[in-house]
């Protein structure tokens, strides 16, 4: 049996010191990037860990002799009803500012704890000039309305753009017709960076 799509990727990865920051939305990006870090760790690798709240406790406790740093970013708040087209509008200005500042912070990280390679876990701001800089999102396409498919095609656009910032886009799924994100990552072209590393689980 051959390597699994995420060991051929973990085992591309040159330097030794890698900064692993997961979105702090939900529980879900934390978790999934145990699998990631546990073979990151079985590849020799020295892992620092940069969240907050909810995902950088959760991450504290699986891997507690980890190096880690609290890495704030923004809270976006969603509507109660069914399109969130208005309430992400309204909140573009401090999107866009926690973009920017993350973007700043980070390299301030990576000169502290000496980062070879930044993993972000669909922080947009986390790409790094002197860093290899990797990104995962299992929705290359961001849905924002149920019905609008022009403000859904100009939102898979900026994410483009954004994923293009950084070295490699790793999505969490399978390539082709089997495959769990649907339209998220299979509808439009593809950032030309992207590798498929198939399903992640913290029971991996």
């Given at each position: 049996m051959g390597k699994s799509p995420l060991t051929q990727r973990i085992e591309s990865i040159q330097g030794k010191r890698?900064?692993?920051?997961?979105?702090?939305?939900?529980?879900?990006?934390?978790?999934?990037?145990?699998?990631?870090?546990?073979?990151?760790?079985?590849?020799?690798?020295?892992v620092v860990i940069a969240s907050d709240g909810y995902a950088l406790s959760f991450l504290q406790k699986e891997f507690p002799g980890i190096e880690k740093v609290e890495f704030r970013w923004t809270n976006i708040i969603y509507d109660k009803s069914n399109s969130q087209v208005w309430a992400i509008t309204r909140q573009i200005p401090k999107f866009l500012y926690a973009i920017v500042k993350e973007h700043s912070v980070l390299k301030d990280i990576v000169a502290r704890y000496g980062i070879d390679t930044v993993i972000s876990d669909n922080r947009f701001g986390l790409w790094h000039n002197k860093a290899f800089s990797i990104y995962i999102?299992?929705?290359?396409?961001?849905?924002?309305s149920n019905s609008n498919g022009f403000l859904n095609k100009m939102a898979y656009r900026l994410h483009k753009f954004i994923i293009e910032r950084y070295n490699e886009c790793w999505v969490p799924d399978f390539e082709g017709i089997d495959n769990l994100s649907g339209d998220l990552?299979?509808?439009?072209?593809?950032?030309?960076?992207t590798y498929f590393i198939g399903i992640l689980s913290r029971f991996q």
């Open positions: 890698v900064l692993v920051a997961p979105l702090n939305w939900g529980i879900g990006h934390a978790t999934r990037c145990v699998p990631i870090i546990k073979k990151l760790i079985a590849s020799n690798k020295e999102t299992h929705q290359i396409a961001v849905k924002v990552s299979h509808k439009y072209p593809l950032p030309r960076n």
